[in-house]
């Protein structure tokens, strides 16, 4: 069962059946123009069709329990009462040794084991997934990135909102009364999937083992019109500066979907299914004793690629063992790893700097880069990007290198070669570890040389935090005014993040007569695709008596059979709308296009 298909909302690939994609199905040809007076079906009831014949229920005159109208009236209860039926609390007060009838089969009605999320969303990966990985870690030491440099900032996950609950056939049973109205109540809202910045995170790195994020199935409708509780929701937190993408396909990039840079910025991104109505939403004045109820909404599923991009204001870039995470440690209260060997810092360090006067910036400390490192030599490329959303660079020379200058050179090649972008931000030179002698002495030629190519360098001890409060200070003198920008800059639309939900939404209610049919005469199938008529199948529970008769009515009443008929099906053709696969029987004894497709060899697409 747990090969059922789902609604896919990553982009497929164009091989795979086009249907269960968020991108909504060509609506163009409503095959034939075979527009009926079935317009659209209203939202709410969105597929409920009164039912047109109601003979098989006759029972349904019995079932208006009159004395109970009096009863209320009696007790002078001021509660409305909404039809011939009784609400929920009035049960309490008048126990009758009342039972229900629940039409079901008792065998997995309400069976939801597959459902169960585990507390924390997460779970555990396959054994396939792992070895994926584990080859993933191999391909990554050969090339001499640890994994874990680049989970730092890149994650893949899988998200999946709730199912919405079933609803459920139940009817009243009470003493003096033998057939009760309806009772079964409506499933429960499938869980939401929200995606949420946590200022706390700095990395994706816990994505690195938890990569499924599933939100609860809402509860099942029960009898008594009790509606089946919500599911549970998933709040997966990402660091500042996330950006979010579709899951792309053999290499292409998703679309990015939503930035998520600031503290607070929460996204919903896939609503929950909704839940399936209960028999006692489907009462109409010609059908009081309705023997359905529908499957609750799947709730869509989708492969997101995160990438971080961290949110400082100033980068510190530099060859390796320059003093970069030196400096970062005086500066603010942060503690990144210092050792006299290069390549100390794998992974990006943040650290806050306060200013007296009240602002402060967040400053990143980056892993050291060297000569042809743009081109995947050294480690410290991987992390340039992080620079792309700083305002302004700290390039930290180590003056007691060999050749100072070539050092500075070497680096600024290297940015200028990883991105022109980041090479035109506004920087600062800051010639290190003055302390040494050897230092000291290349300091003039080294302020001469910069100083005739227009830039004036500092020099500092950050060991001695000499120069070090001017450095950063002269750095925040660059980036204020971006600052203060960023600052005066509003609260922004809430909607910004909305649109993924939105397409959901919009999916969701997509009309059930806009369907394209394909047809393949090599194996005389036809193909019904619409993503409102989708959703009608997979809603249809058809266990219940009355499912099929609304499904065909539907059909009838959005124009499926007349299209097809227009297009040539035969006795004996395979339909396929949705999972369903049907086959299509001539049948003169009905009216209207005399033809309907048949039920009676329903079976399961891509059930095991
Ligand atoms: N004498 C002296 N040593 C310094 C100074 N600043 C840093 N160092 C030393 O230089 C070595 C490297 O310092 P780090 O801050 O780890 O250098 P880094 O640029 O972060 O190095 P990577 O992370 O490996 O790229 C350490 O042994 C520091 O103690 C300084 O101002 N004077
Ligand atoms: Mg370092």
Not at 90 to 118: A, H, M, R, T
Not at 301 to 324: F, Q, S, T
Request: hydrophobic share 35%; charged share 30%; proline share 6%.
């Amino acid at each position: 069962r747990s090969n059922r298909p789902r609604k896919q909302l990553a982009p497929k690939n164009p091989n795979t059946k086009k249907f269960n994609t968020i991108s909504t199905p060509p609506l163009s040809s409503v095959s034939g123009g075979q527009a009926t007076t079935f317009t659209r079906l209203p939202p709410k009831d969105d597929f409920f069709i009164p039912s047109e014949s109601s003979s098989e229920i006759k029972l349904s005159d019995l079932a208006v329990p009159i004395h109970k109208q009096n009863k209320h009236s009696s007790v002078g209860k001021h509660k409305i009462i909404e039809d011939d039926l009784e609400s929920d609390s009035d049960e309490e007060d008048f126990d009758y040794g009342k039972f229900e009838l629940f039409e079901v089969n008792s065998d997995d009605e309400f069976d939801d084991d597959e459902y169960v999320i585990d507390e924390l969303g997460f779970e555990n990966k396959g054994e396939e997934e792992l070895e994926l990985e584990l080859e993933e870690d191999e391909r990554e030491k050969e090339k001499g990135v640890p994994a874990v440099m680049r989970c730092f900032d890149r994650a893949k996950i899988y998200v999946r909102s709730g199912d919405g609950g079933n609803g459920v056939v139940a009817f009243r049973r009470e003493k003096f009364v033998p057939l009760g109205g309806p009772s079964g109540g409506d499933g429960g809202r499938g869980g939401n999937v929200y995606l949420e910045v946590d200022s706390s995170m700095n990395s994706l790195l816990p994505f690195r083992n938890s990569i499924h994020f599933r939100a609860g199935r809402g509860g099942h409708g029960q009898g008594s019109k009790m509606n089946g509780a919500k599911g549970e929701e998933v709040v997966v937190k990402v660091p500042p500066g996330t950006v979010v993408r579709a899951a792309g396909k053999d290499g292409v990039p998703g679309d990015v979907l939503m930035e998520l840079l600031h503290p607070g910025d929460r996204a919903l991104l896939l609503p929950g299914g909704r839940g399936g109505r209960g028999n006692a939403s489907f009462k109409s004045g010609t059908n009081k004793v309705p023997r359905i109820a529908e499957n609750g909404e799947e709730g869509p599923e989708m492969w997101l690629e995160l990438e971080l991009k961290l949110v400082a204001d100033i980068g510190i870039v530099g060859a390796p063992n320059a003093g970069k995470s030196t400096f970062l440690s005086v500066i603010s209260a942060a503690q990144p790893n210092i050792a006299n060997y290069p390549f100390t810092t794998l992974l990006p360090n943040l650290g806050v700097v306060s200013f007296d006067y009240d602002a402060s910036i967040v400053v990143a400390d980056l892993p050291g880069l060297l000569e042809g490192a743009h081109s995947g030599f050294g480690l410290g490329h991987e992390f340039l990007r992080h620079t792309e959303r700083c305002s302004a660079l700290v390039h930290i020379v180590d003056g007691s290198s060999q050749q100072p200058e070539y050092e500075y050179d070497a680096v600024r090649l290297e940015l200028e070669m990883f991105s022109p972008e980041i090479a035109e931000k506004p920087y600062i030179v800051a010639y290190n570890k003055m302390d040494l002698p050897d230092a000291y002495e290349k300091w003039e030629s080294f302020q001469k040389n910069l100083q005739s190519r227009g830039i004036e360098p500092f020099c500092i001890s950050a060991m001695n935090r000499q120069g070090t409060r001017e450095l950063i200070t002269a750095a925040y003198e660059l980036v204020r005014e971006r600052i203060e920008d960023k600052k005066g800059e509003s609260w922004r639309e809430p909607t910004h993040f909305s649109h993924v939900a939105e397409m959901v939404k919009k999916q969701r209610t997509a009309p059930i007569n806009e369907f394209e049919i394909f047809h393949d005469s090599a194996s005389n199938t036809w193909n019904v695709e619409g993503a409102g008529l989708q959703r009608f199948v997979q809603m249809t529970n058809w266990r219940y008596m009355d499912s099929d008769r609304r499904f065909q009515h539907v059909l009838e009443a959005c124009g499926v059979n007349k299209s097809l008929i227009k297009r040539g099906v035969k006795e004996g053709d395979t339909v396929i709308i949705g999972e369903m696969e049907m086959v299509w029987h001539d049948s003169p004894n009905n009216s209207g296009p005399n033809r309907k497709i048949s039920t009676d060899s329903v079976k399961w697409a891509d059930w095991k």
